[in-house]
């Protein structure tokens, strides 16, 4: 059976948050705020946030940054993933990667369904590897982070997690984590 075995060590991943949006500020970004808030509260280290305009130059110069930072194991997105002429967060992200992880998307959009309904179809949630980056990338509305976080990340992202996490998979943490 799937679950948390408390009797395994936790082992933090460094987390930066990017949101994705040409109106939203600090003061105004919940959806970031709630992956930040969500992340620390599970004993992960956000260790950048940033924003940026719906603009494949600046999503990919922010990202690539933060692949290129051996200390970030994790990149969160929230926002431009859906379908008006200026959600460009696949368009900026996608070229990045050496790896996708489809089934990210599955189980999103499968969550997604419970919460939003098909609305679900009008979301390109994604995730994938670049470098030794893992990177997901979400919509821009609290509730989906909110979903993405309670129901994917907060599993996916336990070391303690069993069969088996993502944290395994963290360079600094193979060998380590089952």
């Known amino acids: 059976m799937p679950g948390i075995d408390e009797s395994l060590a936790f082992y933090p991943l460094n987390i930066a948050v990017l949101t994705v949006s040409d109106t939203r500020n600090t003061e105004t970004d919940t959806s970031g705020g709630l992956l930040i808030e969500r992340a620390r509260a599970a004993g992960h280290n956000v260790v950048e946030r940033a924003i940026v ?24 997105t929230t926002g431009g993933t859906g379908f008006s002429p200026r959600d460009v967060t ?12 489809d089934g990210f998307s599955v189980v999103f959009h499968q969550v997604s369904l419970g919460t939003v309904g098909v609305s679900t179809l009008q979301s390109r949630a994604f995730a994938g590897q670049a470098g030794e ?9 609290t509730g989906a982070c909110r979903d993405a ?20 998979q963290i360079e600094r943490y193979r060998g380590i984590c089952p």
């Open 133 to 141: 980056t893992f990177i997901f990338c979400v919509p821009g509305s």
């Open 53 to 76: 305009r719906d603009e494949v130059a600046d999503i990919r110069a922010v990202v690539s940054r933060w692949i290129a930072e051996p200390g970030i194991d994790v990149v969160l």
């Open 90 to 101: 696949p368009e900026a992200v996608k070229p990045l990667f050496r790896r996708e992880m």
């Open 149 to 168: 976080w309670d129901h994917v990340f907060a599993l996916e992202f336990d070391s303690r997690f069993r069969p088996c996490s993502l944290v395994g």
